[in-house]
């Protein structure tokens, strides 16, 4: 019971990291190896996706799908509504979204998923939108 109660308060407890002063050379191959991966693994910096991008992009997923007419896809298109595709056919779509867009979406959020504004929203919001 103690190792289940273990990560449970752990999770919850919030203790303030100071910083340290390395007294190692930031040259050093192992270091420098590191510290470049440890970048390479943060969602915060200059990569996040502005919202112009983001929107470009679901429209260019969208009028690639082979059952959509590209003059009929716009920023506020409804999948099943204004483009006739049914729940089989959104899922492809979400689905090609996760792989334009480097994330997993979750079951719950990609069902509710069924236009380009739930879409854009969605991706905008996500810290790990590449």
Known sequence: MAAALRPA???HLRIPA???SLAVD???PILSSFMNRIRSMSSHGDEHLTHEEVVDRVIDVVKSYPKVDP???TPQVHFQK???LDSL???EIVMALEEEFKLEIPDKKADKI?????A???ISNHPMAA
């Open 71 to 73: 003059s009929k896809v």
């Open 89 to 91: 056919d959104t899922v």
């Open 82 to 84: 204004d483009l006739g």
């Open 9 to 11: 308060i752990l999770r």
């Open 26 to 28: 930031p040259s050093a």
């Open 120 to 122: 854009i929203e969605y």
């Open 114 to 118: 069924d236009s380009c504004p739930l």
């Open 18 to 20: 100071q910083a340290q």
